[in-house]
């Protein structure tokens, strides 16, 4: 559920901006709905439409990381841990 669904925001688009007025979140509902969220510099990290497109380039956690590197070596697949 998103922030505006939350809150039933009914009139878009939908915006939170920082104490210096900053956009740090933004949802759209034009009939192509959008979901946007930035860092405290601006800068766009998560961007999601109505069908289902995703770009992610939040911070990752450090367990993130390591889950990702697991992966990559081929030690989880499928969120399945193959080899201890």
Known sequence: MTIAQQLKIKEFPFQIKDSKGKEIY???SN???EKRKYDSNG???Y???SNGAIIDNRPKTE????IELLE???LIVDG?????
């Open 72 to 74: 990559k070596e081929g």
């Open 43 to 45: 800068n766009q990290i």
């Open 26 to 28: 933004l949802e759209n």
């Open 47 to 49: 961007w999601e439409n």
């Open 63 to 66: 367990i993130q990381k390591a």
């Open 80 to 84: 399945k841990i193959l080899k201890l």
């Open 31 to 33: 009939g192509y709905w």
